[in-house]
């Protein structure tokens, strides 16, 4: 089975899954990405995803493991769940981006 429905779950102040929602498609794929102000909203955005057909989704990096692992619950572990990871090559930037 090929790869056509992808999902995408970041967060980010201010973002409303109901508002903040982008999908691109082609003939043979398809990404939705969602905006979420806030990780525990993640929960039902995933499972939204995964009732329209998303085959595979990704979280961003601020889900950390334990939201990450709160997801692939939420959905019964149902389709790959996977979150972005920064190497220690990163850390100095990452902490001066998210400085305040």
Do not use: N
């Not at 990780?39 to 595979?56: K, M």
Request: proline share 5%; with cysteine.
């Amino acid at each position: 089975m090929a790869l056509t429905k992808f999902g995408f779950v970041v967060t980010g102040g201010g973002l409303d899954p109901t508002q903040h929602r982008t999908v691109m498609k082609s003939d043979h794929f398809e990404m939705i990405a969602i905006g979420v102000s806030e990780p525990s909203q993640g929960l039902a955005v995933a499972e939204e995803l995964v009732g329209e057909g998303v085959q595979l989704l990704e979280l961003c990096g601020g889900f950390g493991p334990v939201w990450t692992a709160q997801v692939i619950e939420a959905i019964g572990g149902k389709i790959p769940v996977g979150s972005v990871g920064y190497g220690p090559e990163a850390i100095t930037l990452m902490h001066e981006l998210f400085r305040d």
